[in-house]
């Protein structure tokens, strides 16, 4: 326990010395001016607003497994709170941006990124309860939910980016981190690594949003993509709750790699090992 607070006193600390020491990022107004700004059926910024559906479906889809039969095996009740929450962000996301793109300015954007963040800060709060303590998890969920939540009100009241950039990039770190270093309590660890690389490439796809609209002839922008690809970790981390099972042999990602990798110079090892010896064969005199 005494570990526990000491860890808090560090973090807390760090962040206060990051505030001081940093200064504050302003939300850019250049933000707001994407690429692709077609109507279409009466619809401003059409495909970045429809582009968000895939979230609603899969965010209603996840919490009808989580709560249908338990079809997903939610064996802790931690995870359930934990993935409720996800989900219930997941969907939200469909409307708070929809809502933001039909009318893109900062007081809309709000609307975009709060449900945003309490999927973020639901999925760190699943990754404790997994992979280090279920109650301290569990008890975990709603201070960090509610942490995202201040980040967004101190940038809407300061216009200071800074907390909701650690709310946002700090799981993106340490998510795939955790993944390969810590034993998972369940199969199918990998799932984790493939959300977070779509989620890495939508980041990618949203910075490159007109240079991608331009290199599309105008079909689609960089910011439209990056909605479907975002789209794509829900569904993997549906994937991977639907398949996995309980491990039995909790190894991390990085131990199994570790593994495979001395199996496969072994194998070389003793391929090139092998030789070939050629007797002598008397050849007769056919005469």
Not at 36 to 49: E, K, M
Not at 140 to 146: K, Q, R, T
Request: net charge negative; proline share 5%.
């Amino acid at each position: 326990m005494k570990k526990e607070y000491i860890a808090w006193g560090v973090a807390l600390l760090c962040f206060v010395i990051l505030m001081l020491i940093t200064p504050s990022i302003p939300q850019s107004q250049d933000y707001h001016d994407f690429a692709d700004q077609r109507q279409f059926l009466g619809i401003p910024n059409a495909l970045n607003v429809i582009s968000n559906f895939p979230f609603l479906v899969v965010g209603l889809v996840g919490l009808i497994l989580c709560y249908h039969g338990n079809y997903f095996k939610l064996s802790l009740q931690g995870e359930l709170w934990g993935w409720t929450c996800f989900f219930v962000g997941v969907a939200a996301v469909a409307f708070g941006s929809a809502y933001y793109h039909l009318e893109p300015n900062d007081s809309r954007l709000v609307w975009d990124r709060l449900p945003m963040t309490i999927a973020f800060t639901s999925i760190v709060a699943i990754f404790i309860i997994e992979r280090v303590d279920e109650r301290k998890g569990s008890v975990s969920i709603i201070p960090l939910v509610l942490a995202g939540v201040v980040s967004i009100l101190y940038w809407r009241f300061f216009d200071d980016l800074r907390p909701y950039g650690l709310v946002q990039f700090v799981p993106c770190i340490a998510i795939p981190v955790m993944a390969v270093l810590l034993p998972p309590m369940y199969t199918h660890s990998t799932y984790w690594l493939w959300a977070a690389a779509f989620y890495l490439i939508a980041k990618v796809e949203e910075a490159a949003d007109k240079p991608i609209y331009g290199w599309t002839h105008h079909i689609v922008s960089g910011h439209t993509i990056k909605h479907l690809f975002a789209a794509m970790v829900p569904v993997f981390l549906t994937l991977m709750l639907a398949k996995r099972s309980i491990e039995t042999n909790r190894q991390s990602l990085l131990q199994i790699w570790k593994v495979s990798w001395t199996k496969v110079k072994t194998n070389d090892i003793e391929t090139e090992s092998l030789t070939c010896s050629y007797s002598d064969v008397p050849v007769e005199d056919e005469r």
